[in-house]
């Protein structure tokens, strides 16, 4: 198969993912496998200049994982996944967005 990215699941991700439940979590993983194969906006989707989200719709629950592009990987194309959370609003909270650039500035200064 032929992806168009890979990701790469940060420590905080990872923590989230396992507070969801078995099925939930699944699906999450599923819809990131499917974004790798096809350009849907449903699934991955630009927020901002630096960060997407990854989208899963499961039993009337909005869970998102906000990620950016790592433009300094060797490897092309890394998706790196900085946190999650369930969505309550129409929009992702600001906090949130910042909350992922903060990562994101911590990730690239680690490196």
Not at 7 to 21: M, N, W
Not at 73 to 80: E, L
Not at 95 to 109: D, G, L, P, Q, V
Request: charged share 35%; proline share 2%; glycine share 2%.
């Amino acid at each position: 198969m032929n992806f168009r990215f890979d990701v790469e699941l940060l420590d905080g991700i990872t923590e989230f993912l396992d507070s969801l439940d078995e099925k939930t979590r699944e699906k999450v993983f599923y819809n990131i496998w499917k974004s790798r194969m096809v350009n849907d906006s449903e699934l991955f989707k630009k927020l901002s200049d630096e960060i997407w989200e990854f989208r899963t719709l499961y039993k009337g629950h909005h869970i998102r994982l906000l990620s950016f592009w790592d433009k300094n990987s060797t490897i092309p194309k890394i998706v790196v996944c900085t946190h999650g959370f369930v969505k309550k609003d129409w929009k992702v909270p600001k906090h949130e967005i910042e909350k992922a650039r903060n990562i994101m500035k911590i990730y690239y200064s680690a490196k």
